[in-house]
């Protein structure tokens, strides 16, 4: 199965053969794209999707001249897995050693955690 990635203002998403989406929702303002949330329906989880819309996220921001802001844990993680492209990250995020932007992982973790109960 190959997918394909699809964007609108706020969100790039993926739509799936069972009629479900994977989604990252994102804003932009003041030049900085803040990528808010991901989800992959847990039928699908495993398969790489989120990795492709965070993916497309930090291709539409290079386009753009955008610099991001990860809130979301996943968005975090990708950039803790993939040092090459932290790049493009704001300053902030940027300049985060290895061990701050796990912790930074780990807030967000627990903040969307609590949310879900």
């Known amino acids: 199965m190959s997918y394909s990635v699809g964007r609108t203002s706020e969100v790039f998403y993926i739509k799936l053969e069972d ?8 804003k932009v303002e003041n030049n900085k794209m803040y990528l808010i949330s991901t989800y992959t ?3 699908h989880r495993g398969k790489g999707l989120a990795r492709m819309l965070v993916e497309s996220a930090i291709k539409h921001a ?6 991001v802001i990860p809130i979301c844990s996943y968005a975090t993680y990708y950039f803790i897995k993939n040092k090459e492209a932290r ?8 300049g985060m050693s290895d061990e701050e932007l796990k912790k930074y992982y780990e807030e967000r973790l627990r903040e969307e955690q609590s949310k879900e109960k």
């Open 19 to 26: 009629g479900s989406k994977a989604y990252l929702t994102y």
């Open 41 to 43: 329906p847990p039928q």
């Open 62 to 67: 290079k386009e753009n001249g955008y610099k």
């Open 87 to 94: 790049d493009i990250l704001d300053e902030k995020f940027r």
